[in-house]
């Protein structure tokens, strides 16, 4: 007779559309390495409205050749998003008489069941694996408050993230500073302090100190305040460095953030003041710090109510902020003994998985951020970065090589263009902004070896030595992970021989054609795809929408900070909601930076069956055209294109530029006599207006229901246009390139 776990066992490949149950004669140990995610059917419940409600849960394991760490995790979002529990592995069996072929495992985890109350309930987990198609799947009996639970079980296999750190060396007792860098470095940096470079990060550190000090708003920086003041301490030994960080920490303490959003960059700056002014402070003062940050960690990673603005979304900047703050108290109290409760081992670990979460849901492959690039790169430098340094430190575990994390500031760098005082982006997303060059400054502890080389030279040409001498350094914190790893000896490239110049985010079906690095007449032209669209986080109507800016213009930029389709560019159907996100179908590109990329999105739903829009943007700096920059732009139609909301659509681009509009053409022009100017070849009876906005003003053409439209960029007269044919079947010359539109794409026809 066959047990009922050992039947559900091989219905399992029935149920995922397989022909036969799989037969494991032998497991392959090899393939049972790196990351595990298990997930039990049904795993967990809860009473609702006095009937269980079943909900599935996660498990993680770290296994090596089958062997797996004691420790695991589980993760129940639906029954609560704000909690990891904790578990162990009781029973780890390779081979079995009763199923020789299967994988065993025993699970015991305490599962709580609210953040804020202690209530909780053991749950065990007996668990049967065979691999599958590259998988795991099986079946487990447990119980979980008194109840017996079977269902089915289904894994995954990752490579190890975090990457456990060669040769790292266990924290000593009350070993500090331990965070921005070890206690082992202080030589090393004190050196670094008397070079030319490290005096002129201390002087733009002393810079930021005295700026005005804030304990309220949406970013308090008093603690931020106190880390630099420690740091200058414990680096020059300076008793009144530390007694000033001492007077910002207590006046920090006084004034709690409102809500956690604004709370948790006063515990992250009281944090690394504490690991940095340990040396300095006296016990009670150690120990005062000591025991508020491990409540302040246990509330952070708790959360809050969504009634005060809480979100705990694992993609969301709140979650960021709060997690990365809470991350880095518990890595600066871990082994002190006067905490006798939160235990910060457990508080860094959790943090870490929120973390974890954050990287994997929030960013792209590429490290582009869902939720745009001001919620994306503000909690980055606030508590993020300086929390995956500090765990790297602590715990020895490398959330960065070879993630996607790494990518973020090469990300910047492919879209970053100087300006006289600063390095610019054309943003995406809520406020229109980015971290700026502190992302710099933050993000070089995180750039792999290979490509540092490139992006040191950007970075000393506008930041460093070369240029404004600010290092990036905006907030005092930020100064003491630039010294501890600014690369001294690292040979300086240009970055068009390290980076491909056209960079792309598949995750987030983002992007990026540049042309070269050399200065503010750099091009760079991007696209948002919006591959994904996740509920519960900021998500602008940015679908298909793209920018232009090059030879010191910005052509085509974002609009006003709104939830708007208008402040975008795209086309716009002013009776219909936009579209969510779309896919690419075909993608080109070319070692000098142009490409070719299209899209087709979800469809607008109508009575009928709904409208999608197929849109195709092309970028050519080969020079061919005679002008450095060319860019081409179609868009076409499925669908219902007969209903009404259809007929009032409308193509749109704003800009910052200066506008002039002939027939079917406009011209911007930059304050340095540079242009722009685009033709439409679609709709054959154009008609193209201007309105002023509060960012500049915005281009919006009509008339038909395709559109095709040529834009060159170029210093002096525009080239002509020989233009064969009409609307979207027109063929266009211009110098030695033609330009066409053949089905779903726009074709460059002559590419070096």
Known sequence: MIKPHYFALLLVPFLLGGSAPPVARNLDLTKLSGNIRLTLKHGVWKLWEEKPIYQDMTIDLVCDRGQCQKEVWGYAPKFNQDLDHPGTLEANNLSNPNSPNAWRLQVQMPVQFHPWQPDQATANYNIELVPYRGKLIGSYQGTFNDLSLTGSVT?????????????????????????????????????????????????????????????????????????????????????????????????????????????????????????????????????????????????????????????????????????????????????????TENDPYQLSRRAGRHIQRYLSTALGDRGFGIEGDHYTTEPLILSVLPFLIGYQNVL????????????????????????????????????????????????????????????????????????????????????????????????????????????????????????????????????????????????????????????????????????????????????????????????????????????????????????????????????????????????????????????KKVWVMNTEENVAIEGRSFTLKAANGATMKGTFLAPTQVKIRFEKTETGGRILATGGNEFFVIMTVQKGKAPDLKITGSGLTAQVKIGKQEVFVQGDRIVLLNMP
């Open 155 to 339: 894994g995954t296999i990752a490579p190890f993230w975090p990457i456990p750190v060669a040769n790292h060396r266990p924290l000593e007792a009350k070993e500090h500073p331990r965070l921005a860098f070890r206690a082992s470095q202080l030589p090393m940096l004190r050196k670094r302090a008397k070079t030319p470079t490290g005096e002129a990060i201390l002087a733009q550190l002393r810079k930021t100190l005295a700026q005005k000090v804030y304990y309220d708003g949406y970013v308090p920086n008093g603690g931020y305040h106190a880390a630099g003041y420690c740091f200058l301490s414990v680096l020059t030994e300076d008793k009144e460095a530390a007694e000033k960080g001492w007077q910002l920490v207590e006046n920090s303490l006084k004034n709690p953030g409102r809500r956690l959003l604004e709370h948790a960059p006063i515990v992250a700056g009281v944090a690394l003041a504490y690991d940095m002014c340990y040396p300095a402070w006296n016990e009670e003062r150690r120990r005062k710090i000591a025991l508020w940050l491990a409540g302040q960690a246990d509330w952070l990673l708790k959360g809050d109510s969504p009634k005060n603005g809480w979100n705990n979304n694992p993609a969301s900047n709140w979650s960021a902020r709060a997690r990365g703050a809470a991350g880095l108290a518990a890595l600066a109290i871990l082994q002190e003994p006067e905490i």
């Open 396 to 647: 020895g575990e490398d959330w960065v090589t070879g993630a996607n994390a790494q990518w973020i500031l090469p990300q910047y760098l492919m879209r970053a263009i100087a300006t006289n005082d600063s390095l610019d982006v054309a943003t995406y997303g809520r406020h229109r902004n980015y971290a700026g060059s502190s992302l710099f400054a933050l993000g070089i502890a995180t750039v792999p070896d290979s490509l540092l080389p490139g992006i040191m030279t950007f970075f000393d040409r506008y930041l460093g030595m070369e240029g404004d001498r600010t290092f990036g350094i905006h907030s005092p914190h930020e100064a003491a992970f630039l010294l501890s790893y600014y690369p001294e000896n690292t040979k300086k490239q240009n970055p068009a021989d390290l980076f491909e110049r056209v960079f792309v985010d598949e995750t987030r079906g983002f992007y990026s054609f540049r042309d070269q690095w050399q200065g503010k007449d750099d091009f760079v032209a991007n696209i948002y795809l919006k591959r994904q669209s996740i509920k519960g986080v900021w998500s602008f109507p940015d679908v298909g929408s793209f920018r232009i800016w090059g030879l010191g213009g910005r052509w085509a930029s974002p609009g006003a900070s709104e939830l708007s389709p208008i402040e975008e560019n795209g086309v716009v159907l002013p009776d219909a909601k936009p579209w969510v996100r779309s896919k690419p179908i075909f993608f080109q590109s070319h070692p000098d930076g142009s490409g070719v990329v299209s899209l087709q999105t979800d469809a607008i739903r109508t009575r009928n069956q709904g409208i999608a829009a197929v849109r195709s943007l092309a970028v050519d700096y080969s020079g061919l055209a005679g002008v450095p920059g060319l860019f081409a732009l179609s868009d076409q139609f499925v669908g219902d294109v007969n209903a009404p909301a259809f007929q």
